[in-house]
C-alpha cells in the first residue's frame, strides 16, 4: 500500500463480473461496490492525475434512442443498492430483481450503469474519463492479429459454429454486431489515462469505443463469412460440418434446436451408451442453449452510438500517436479481419496446431459424408413412410404388372 501512495499517477479500472446472467447481489457487490473500493484508495494517492473507468456501451442499452457519451441517471442510488445487497435477504432482494432491473436485459448492464452514476458523484476532483467498449473481440494488430484468450462474446459463437455444436441461434440477422478488437479498446484506455493528465477535465468525459458504424457487420455477414474462412480453415476439434441458421422466430428456433441440437444429440449419446463410451452431448447442449439464451437481447436490437468526444479525443493525439495508439479507424477490412480472427480462436484458444490443417481438412470431408449420407438414409424413410400410409407403393405396383 505504502509503494502504491509514492508511485502510482494513474489508476486504469476494468475489474468487473461480464457474465450476463450473474446473480444481483454479486453483481452490485462487483460493478458498484467494486467502484467504490477504487475511488476510496484513489482519494489516498497524493500524485493521481488520471483515472480511467472501464464500462460497456449497453450500460443504457434499454433506451430507445441514440446513446449519447453521456452518465444517465437511474432510478435508484448505486449507494442504496449497495446497502439493499448488504441486509436484504436472497428471496426479497430476487423477489425485487424484475423491478429493479426495468427494462434492462441483464444485471450486468444494470450495475454497470449505476457504476458510472458512482464514479461521476464519488471522484472528487481526479480527472476521470470513462471508456465504454461495445462487443470486445480478437485483436486487430497487436500483440498479434487474431490474438484472443478467452471464449467470451463473439468467440463462443466462433467456437461453437467452427466445430459444428451451434447450428441456430436467435437473432435478426440484419442486426448490426458492433465488435470492437481488444487492441483498439485498450489504446483508447490509454489514450484517455494521457487525456486526463494533460487536459485536466473538469467533467467525467465519457467516449465509446466502437468501430465505425459505417462499416459494420451484421449477424447475417458475420456467419457468411465465417462460414467462409471455416471452410478453408477448419478446426480440428469439429464433431460435425459447420452451418448456422438464425432466426427470429422462437418457435422456429425451437424446432431447429431439436433437429439440429437434440435429436441428434440423443443419438450419439445412445450410441455411446451401448458402447460402454460416455454420455454428454444432450447435456452439453441445454449448456449451450442456456449460454445463448443470454445473448438474444444482443441478437435480436441494434442501437446506435454517439461518437462525438472519441472523435474529438483522437484529433488530440499527434500523428504519431494516432498511429501508435489507433482506435478510431475507418480502414478496417472485415474478410481480413474475420480470417485472423478465426485462426485466434483456433490457435489461441482452442490450442489448435495449425500443422495439423490437413488432419482438420480430412475430417471435415469425412464428416461432411457421413451427415450427406444420415441425411439420404433419412430422407428415404421419410418417403418410405409417407408411401406406406399413402398406398402409393401398391399403386406403382399395379400400374407396372
Not at 494513474?10 to 467504490?36: C, K, W
Not at 442499452?61 to 452518465?71: G, N, R, T, V
Not at 493525439?317 to 478465426?342: A, E, H, I, P, V
Request: glycine residues 4%; charged residues 20%.
Amino acid at each position: 500500500m505504502q509503494q502504491l501512495v509514492q508511485d502510482v499517477s494513474v489508476v486504469f479500472h476494468s475489474a468487473a463480473t461480464v457474465r450476463f446472467d450473474e446473480p444481483l447481489r454479486l453483481a452490485v457487490r462487483m460493478n458498484i461496490a467494486g467502484v467504490q473500493r477504487v475511488l476510496n484508495l484513489c482519494h489516498k494517492l497524493p500524485l493521481l492525475v488520471s483515472l480511467v473507468h472501464v464500462s460497456t456501451a449497453y450500460a443504457n442499452c434499454c433506451l430507445d434512442e441514440e446513446i449519447k457519451e453521456q452518465i444517465y441517471p437511474t432510478s435508484i442510488l448505486p449507494q442504496q443498492m449497495i446497502d439493499a445487497a448488504e441486509w436484504m435477504t436472497d428471496d426479497t432482494f430476487d423477489a425485487i430483481q424484475p423491478k429493479l432491473l426495468g427494462k434492462h436485459p441483464n444485471t450486468y448492464t444494470y450495475t454497470k450503469s449505476l457504476g458510472e452514476i458512482l464514479l461521476r458523484d464519488g471522484r472528487g476532483e481526479i480527472p476521470t474519463s470513462i471508456v465504454r467498449p461495445a462487443i470486445v473481440t480478437a485483436s486487430w494488430k497487436e500483440p498479434l492479429p487474431g490474438w484472443i484468450d478467452n471464449y467470451n462474446t463473439a468467440t463462443g459463437l466462433i467456437a461453437g459454429f467452427g466445430t459444428g455444436f451451434l447450428k441456430t441461434m436467435i437473432g435478426n440477422p440484419k442486426t448490426q454486431l458492433s465488435l470492437t478488437p481488444v487492441d483498439m479498446t485498450v489504446n483508447m484506455i490509454i489514450s484517455c489515462g494521457w487525456f486526463n493528465a494533460v487536459c485536466k477535465p473538469k467533467e467525467v468525459n465519457v467516449f465509446h469505443n466502437i468501430c465505425d458504424q459505417k462499416n459494420s457487420v451484421t449477424i447475417e455477414a458475420f456467419l457468411s463469412r465465417m462460414k467462409q474462412t471455416l471452410a478453408q480453415n477448419p478446426m480440428q476439434a469439429m464433431v460435425r460440418v459447420p452451418s448456422g441458421k438464425v432466426t427470429e422466430s422462437l418457435l422456429w428456433n425451437k424446432v431447429l434446436r431439436f433437429v439440429y441440437h437434440l435429436l441428434p444429440a440423443f443419438c450419439i449419446d445412445c450410441f455411446n451408451k451401448a458402447r460402454g463410451k460416455r454420455v454428454f452431448l444432450y447435456q452439453r447442449y441445454q449448456i449451450i442453449h442456456k449460454a445463448s439464451s443470454v445473448l438474444e437481447f444482443f441478437t435480436m436490437n441494434s442501437w446506435q452510438f454517439s461518437t462525438v468526444n472519441t472523435g474529438r479525443l483522437s484529433k488530440l493525439l499527434c500523428k504519431d500517436d494516432q498511429s501508435m495508439f489507433y482506435f478510431d479507424k475507418l480502414d478496417f477490412d472485415w474478410d481480413t479481419y474475420l480470417l485472423n480472427y478465426n485462426l485466434g480462436v483456433k490457435q489461441y484458444v482452442m490450442k489448435e496446431d495449425m500443422a495439423d490443417l490437413s488432419k482438420a481438412k480430412t475430417r471435415q470431408t469425412r464428416l461432411a459424408l457421413i451427415e450427406n449420407v444420415m441425411k439420404g438414409v433419412l430422407l428415404l424413410l421419410i418417403l418410405r413412410f409417407v408411401a406406406a400410409q399413402t398406398g402409393i407403393t401398391n399403386k406403382l405396383w399395379e400400374l407396372v404388372v
